[in-house]
């Protein structure tokens, strides 16, 4: 089966509309900003309660690993109390070592 289209001699305007190349123009630093405003606004209004914990999950894992051990202390005694760290490095030494 062959299949043979040519382009319409009788084109409409909304035809021809319809096959005109679309150029953007340079954005200014401003339009930029203001188009991932925007874009990111869409993008986490369609997100579910699970896919944004999951996504700040990994942005803070990603974040907190680069920090040194004294800047995640600070970290952690600077966003909740002293005695937290303290609690957190206990629970991570004294975890069981068996496999199961």
Not at 3 to 28: P, V
């Amino acid at each position: 089966m062959n299949h043979s289209q040519s382009a319409n001699q009788n084109a409409t305007n909304s035809e021809l509309d319809s096959k005109r190349i679309i150029t953007h123009k340079e954005l200014t630093s401003a339009q930029k900003d203001e188009l991932i405003e925007q874009y990111v606004e869409l993008v986490v209004d369609n997100m579910d309660t699970k896919t944004l914990a999951q996504f700040v999950t990994d942005i803070l894992k990603e974040e907190y690993n680069d920090y040194s051990d004294e800047e995640l202390k600070c970290q952690i005694e600077a966003t909740h109390d002293d005695e937290l760290y303290d609690e957190l490095i206990d629970n991570v030494t004294n975890q069981s070592t068996e496999v199961k």
